[in-house]
Nanobody, 125 residues
Framework: QVQLVESGGGLVQPGGSLRLSCAAS????????MAWFRQAPGKERDFVAH????????YYAGSVKGRFTISRDAAKNTVYLQMNSLAPEDTAVYYC??????????????????WGQGTQVTVST
């Protein structure tokens, strides 16, 4: 069973950048497809990006494509989300998720067995 811990959230001005990290422990990192989701107040949890077990495939929600980049470092058992050109509508709690059920990952939250506690990202002046 894998444990996930997110970090790197904070307050940033519009147009700024942040890099989120998700450290995994307690499992074989390469056995999990990984993803990022986000949830704004009063809204459902939305898919952001996912990355395959082998890092050979990534996929993004349309709202973040071209601005966000998901990556993973097998040596550090960590998945990252580089966020550029941030806008107020990116404000949300960002969650890391893992699944052993799929190789490539998916945008469906119910497919993920393990979740982190979330990290707050606020984009505001």
């Amino acid at each position: 069973q894998v444990q996930l811990v997110e970090s790197g959230g904070g307050l940033v001005q519009p147009g700024g950048s942040l890099r989120l990290s998700c450290a995994a422990s307690g499992g074989t990192f390469s056995s999990y497809a990984m993803a990022w989701f986000r949830q704004a107040p009063g809204k459902e949890r939305d898919f952001v990006a996912h990355i395959a077990r082998s890092s050979t495939s990534t996929y993004y929600a349309g709202s973040v494509k071209g601005r966000f980049t998901i990556s993973r470092d097998a040596a550090k058992n960590t998945v990252y989300l580089q966020m550029n050109s941030l806008a107020p509508e990116d404000t949300a709690v960002y969650y890391c998720a893992a699944t052993r059920n799929l190789w490539y990952g998916t945008g469906a939250p119910y497919e993920y067995d393990y979740w982190g506690q979330g990290t707050q990202v606020t984009v505001s002046t």
